[in-house]
């Protein structure tokens, strides 16, 4: 008789177990809360799906365990999960290391799954909210607030209350604590960041090709660079969504946290210096303000230029803006989340070393990537290995 498997959310990381569980040999019926599955991987990349990156290092692993990710992605790995998606139809598209499916459309990447799980007879029952998961004996029971269901193996793949979109819960935190497993308070990652003055709207809507560098206790931990966006409460853009999990959990720690900004990025403060003196000699009519017009956005000007501020102050400015970070935007906002189940829960295959049986993967579990395509990249790789081991495990 074929092993039966319940899979808790039919997102990502739950389709490919699925797959990968059916194909193995498993009886394999996915609970869904939503009335369809994937609801966060259609909106993945702008809907175009950034699902890996051909660059895989341990840096865009995040984690209490950063090395735990990468020994799943040793069973699973980016060449893998390429293999995986090209033989179900996907042709994918790089663009500088991100990849894409080459429709551009996330529901390619969706369909692709559902019709392969669908030809390995997975069941997938939607508006179906799993409230209680408990054990008795060799099998596992599943309570929504409809029915109970049996099986011989679990894997939660319920993802992360991250975003607004629907089916993005903290039932991880809540099984996980019926179940007695330690996890990491889920916090935004992939998010914006709010900074402490009262002087944004004046710079909201400007995007700046920069560079970004967190201070956590006054010391410098890691720069970005890339396109920033200043907001009405702060900073957003790639650059600072990926400083933005450690600014998050530093301030959680109590540690003072400052991200400073250098709109000049290409430049030292020697050749800053250079240029606008340079700029004074061919232009004697104008101000200082002035000078720095067509080396940054002009509405920039006024705020790295301010009434009094002598050339010393604008060089700083340009090269050393100073934001000191009280925040980020809420969980709703927020991309994925950072935290979640312990991996020194686990075993090297992603199942529970308390609960025999019972799995976990994708964001639930305390790994979260790099914004570039490693959080899909950590859901069809744990997904896999989650799945694989649910259904060859011995009972
Ligand atoms: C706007 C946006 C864009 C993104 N773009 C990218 C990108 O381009 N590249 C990238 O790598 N990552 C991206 N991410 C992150 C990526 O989508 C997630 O990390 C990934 O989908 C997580 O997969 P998962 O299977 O763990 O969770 P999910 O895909 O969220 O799946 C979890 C499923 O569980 C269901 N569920 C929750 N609770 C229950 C319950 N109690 N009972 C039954 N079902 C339940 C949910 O409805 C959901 O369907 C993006 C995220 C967002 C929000």
């Known amino acids: 008789m074929s092993k039966s498997i319940i899979i808790i959310g039919g997102g990502a990381s739950g389709l490919m177990a699925s797959v990968i569980a059916a194909r193995n040999g498993a009886s394999v019926t996915i609970l869904e ?58 042709y994918s598209k790089n663009r500088n290391g991100w990849m894409y499916p080459n429709s551009d459309q996330a529901s390619a990447v969706l369909d692709v799954l559902l019709m392969e799980a669908a030809y390995r007879k997975v069941k997938i029952k939607t508006r179906e909210t799993v409230r209680e998961i408990s054990c008795s004996g060799q099998k596992w029971m599943i309570k929504t607030d409809t029915w109970a269901y049996s099986a011989d193996a679990v894997i939660i793949t319920c993802g992360s209350p991250a975003s607004n979109i629907d089916g993005a819960t903290d039932s991880g935190r809540i099984f996980a604590r019926q179940l007695g497993i330690g996890m990491l ?10 900074g402490k003055s009262s002087m944004y709207s004046r710079w909201a809507g400007i995007r700046v090709q920069g560079a970004a560098t967190l201070f956590l206790n006054g010391r410098p931990v890691k720069t970005e660079s890339g396109e920033i966006q200043l907001t009405d409460y702060g900073i957003s853009g790639i650059p600072v969504f990926q400083l933005s999990r450690y600014a998050v959990r530093a301030l959680e720690e109590g540690c003072t946290v400052l991200v400073e900004l250098d709109f000049l990025p290409d430049f030292t403060e020697e050749q800053v210096s250079y240029h ?20 940054i956005p002009s509405r920039l000007i006024p705020i790295v230029s301010p009434k009094e501020a002598d050339l010393r102050e604008v060089i700083r400015n340009c090269k050393h803006y100073p934001v000191i970070i009280k925040g980020s935007s809420s969980l709703q906002q927020a991309q994925v989340c950072s935290g979640g189940i312990l991996t020194a829960e686990l075993d090297v295959h992603l199942q529970s070393l308390q609960h025999p049986g019972l799995y976990f993967a ?34």
């Open 185 to 194: 308070p889920m916090l935004p990652a992939l998010t914006g960041l709010r």
């Open 276 to 295: 606008l003196e340079m700029r004074e000699e061919n232009c004697p009519y104008k101000r200082l303000p002035e000078q720095l017009i067509g080396l």
């Open 33 to 90: 809360t939503n009335e369809k599955p994937g609801k966060k991987l259609l909106a993945s990349g702008s809907g175009r799906c950034n699902f890996t990156n051909v660059v895989q290092e341990k840096q865009y692993y995040r984690g209490s365990d950063p090395n735990y990710a990468m020994g799943i992605l040793a069973q699973f790995s980016m060449a893998d999960t390429l293999q995986f998606f090209s033989k179900l139809g996907i």
């Open 362 to 395: 994708g964001e639930v579990v305390d790994i979260d990537g790099a914004c570039g395509g490693y959080n899909l990249q950590w859901a069809w790789s744990s997904g896999a290995v989650a799945g694989l081991h649910a259904a060859k495990e011995a009972l």
